[in-house]
């Protein structure tokens, strides 16, 4: 996998979870504040910090190298590639035209709550299975 603190992974996974926050933070906001602060993004943001949030994400997953997971190493990419993807499509104004301007907004909260919860079961399945296989200097050795 190369070096772990290379400027492009670092820049990769910075780029990947702020535009994650900042979508999750913009789907969040009517549910969160008093209507008068309601937060909103053009549809051309929507599909950019979409974009940005699924390529950077698929950048970030195939630098994993989700082979040298063995037989749990497909069931990973299901969730990841799959469910992280269709979760977020739906924040991209694709969500907008497939449910409707009165159920979009509940859409895009349920796809960025459904992108959080996989992301994290996905990490943890990953750590499990890697640590598993890994020799005893991996699992002790530092990331830098």
């Not at 699924?54 to 990419?77: D, V």
């Not at 996989?118 to 299975?129: C, D, K, S, V």
Request: charged share 15%; proline share 6%.
């Amino acid at each position: 996998m190369g070096n772990a603190c290379s400027p492009q992974k670092y820049v990769s996974r910075i780029l990947h979870t702020m535009g994650g926050s900042v979508l999750f933070a913009i789907v969040t906001a009517p549910y969160l504040f008093a209507p008068g602060t309601r937060a909103k993004l053009e549809p051309k943001a929507y599909a950019a910090l979409g974009g940005l949030v699924l390529l950077s994400g698929l950048y970030n997953a195939s630098l994993l190298q989700p082979k040298k997971m063995g037989p749990a190493g497909g069931f990973w990419r299901m969730i990841v590639y799959g469910g992280k993807t269709t979760a977020l499509l739906i924040c991209t104004p694709l969500g907008d035209k497939l449910f409707g301007a009165d159920y979009a907004p509940h859409a895009k909260l349920v796809g960025v709550v459904l992108a959080y919860l996989i992301g994290a079961y996905a990490r943890f399945y990953r750590e499990l299975h890697t640590k598993a296989d890994a020799p005893s200097s991996l699992q002790t050795s530092k990331v830098c």
